[in-house]
Nanobody, 125 residues
């Protein structure tokens, strides 16, 4: 089970850090991703980190502003969001998928079998 937290309301150019804690399983064999869904839009990829190599991949819209990281000992994945813009407003979802290679960075929703419940991020101008 994945539990996302850390969402809230912030002004433009502010920062938030989202967390995704796993219970019942360890993150040590899973690629971990973040997706978001803005009102009236489809869920979209934000970032992913591979579990072994630590490779990361970001959507162009967040590159340079967001940072994904993980603490395997705490079974938690983070999304540090800086320089937030109103267009970042969305419900953010964390996801995980078993990855035997340790190097995968899946960016499609269909590649993930495990999802958190979502946390709302609202950025005001």
């Amino acid at each position: 089970q994945l539990q996302a937290s850390g969402g809230g309301r912030v002004q433009a150019w502010g920062s938030l850090r989202l967390s995704c804690a796993a219970s019942g399983r360890t993150y040590s064999s899973y690629a971990n991703g973040w997706f978001r869904q803005a009102p009236g839009k489809e869920r979209a990829f934000v970032a992913v980190i591979s579990w072994s190599s630590g490779d990361t991949l970001y959507a162009d819209s967040v590159k340079g502003r967001f940072t994904i990281s993980r603490d395997i000992a705490k079974n938690t994945v983070y999304l540090q969001m800086d320089s937030l813009k109103p267009e970042d407003t969305a419900v953010y979802y964390c996801a995980a998928e078993l990855d035997p290679t340790g190097r995968a960075t899946p960016a499609l929703q269909s590649e993930y079998n495990y999802w958190g419940q979502g946390t709302q991020v609202t950025v005001s101008s």
